[in-house]
């Protein structure tokens, strides 16, 4: 069965940046694409951008600029960076396999929330 | 403010029957692109409920049942049971964003 599990730190401050990784268990990230989305608290859910186990990465115009995602398949894991962050980007973080060519994504972490606060 | 709309709420009785709207436009329903539903119980992340518009992964009741016509899309919940209060959000690609993944603004719904 395949897992996946994020993990950094809960709380960033203000202007510094968030830092997160995904790592896949059960199977292997080869062959698949790895998600970032990411959900304010009670409200809905945002696409951050994907990368390719090739390092091929898209991301949410919205954040284009401050938004990094990167693969490392030695360690079955990605990554997330998220520069210059403020109070706005307090959110569950989720990392997703996906999306497959069709555009799902069929497994969840089960998500981590970072709060923006000095 | 999402590219594709969903009913903020809906709701029904125990046994009864609910739909669940996804309206988007040319450049993503309506453009052939595939809907996906995700089921968000609370406090948990979502999961996958309807995959390529029609399709149930395995362990999905037949009770929830996908469907598009033109730029819409719908989950049918049939036999509504308690278990099924939750968020749903459906999601799809836009052409218009350089194919980037696109969710609706999610629909609560409430078993009476």
């Known amino acids: 069965q395949v897992q996946l599990q994020e993990s950094g730190p809960g709380l960033v401050k203000p202007s510094e940046t968030l830092s997160l990784t995904c790592t896949v268990s059960g199977g292997s990230i080869t062959s698949h694409y790895c998600s970032w989305i990411r959900q304010p608290p009670g409200k809905g859910l945002k696409w951050i951008g994907y990368?390719?186990?090739?390092?091929?990465?898209n991301y949410n115009p919205s954040l284009r600029g401050r938004v990094t995602i990167s693969v490392d398949t030695s360690k079955n894991q990605c990554s997330l960076k998220l520069n210059s962050v403020t109070a706005a980007d307090t959110a569950i973080y989720y990392c997703?396999?996906?999306?497959?060519?069709?555009?799902?994504?069929?497994?969840w972490g089960q998500g981590t929330l970072v709060t923006v606060s000095s | 403010q999402s590219v594709v709309t969903q009913p903020p709420s809906v709701s029904g009785a125990p046994g009864q029957r609910v739909t669940i709207s996804c309206t988007g436009s040319s450049s993503n329903i309506g453009a052939g692109y595939n809907v996906h539903w995700y089921q968000q119980l609370p406090g948990t992340a979502p999961k996958l409920l309807i995959y390529d518009t029609t399709n149930r992964p395995s362990g999905v009741p037949d009770r929830f049942s996908g469907s598009k016509s033109g730029t819409s899309a719908s989950l049918v919940i049939t036999g509504l049971q308690a278990e099924d209060e939750a968020d749903y959000y459906c999601?799809?690609?836009?052409?218009?964003?350089?194919?980037?993944?696109?969710f609706g603004g999610g629909t609560k719904l409430t078993v009476l």
């Open positions: 990368i390719y186990y090739s390092g091929s990465a």
């Open positions: 999601q799809s690609y836009d052409s218009s964003l350089s194919g980037h993944v696109i």
């Open positions: 997703a396999r996906g999306p497959s060519s069709s555009g799902f994504s069929d497994y």
